[in-house]
């Protein structure tokens, strides 16, 4: 019942930006803490950024803060990631993930995962 779709994701210099999107069906999206999680290839997915249900705290991972910025609007169903000064480095997976518990920084504190968008940048 529950479907997150991300999109947004493609090929982007370092120094450039890009936003990705999260679309959510299926849950009252304004009860859901947001979070987007990404993974590089061949490395376990890793910790982005989380959103609470107003969007009243908000929580970066050190690698991402001061560029990435999270944001969400509760009227379209949707969760944003604007991602600033690029680097290769951020190249991975980007996925879109909700948890209903608590804002959180794991895996296993989220319950509903997208099918994740690619984001590549070139040197």
């Known amino acids: 019942q529950v479907q997150l779709v991300e999109s947004g994701g493609g090929l982007v210099q370092a120094g450039g930006s890009l936003r990705v999107s999260c679309a959510g069906s299926?849950?009252?999206?304004?009860?859901?803490?947001m979070g987007w999680f990404r993974q590089p290839p061949g490395k376990e997915r890793e910790f982005v950024a989380a959103?609470?249900?107003?969007?009243?705290?908000?929580y970066y991972a050190d690698s991402v803060k001061g560029r990435f910025t999270i944001s969400r609007d509760n009227a379209k169903n949707t969760v944003y990631l604007q991602m600033n000064r690029l680097k290769p480095e951020d190249t991975a997976v980007y996925y879109c993930?909700?948890?209903?518990?608590?804002?959180?920084?794991?895996?296993?504190?989220?319950?509903?995962w997208g099918q994740g968008t690619q984001v590549t940048v070139s040197s």
């Open positions: 993930a909700a948890t209903r518990v608590r804002l959180g920084v794991g895996e296993y504190e989220y319950d509903y």
């Open positions: 959103i609470s249900w107003n969007g009243g705290r908000l």
């Open positions: 299926g849950l009252t999206f304004s009860s859901y803490v």
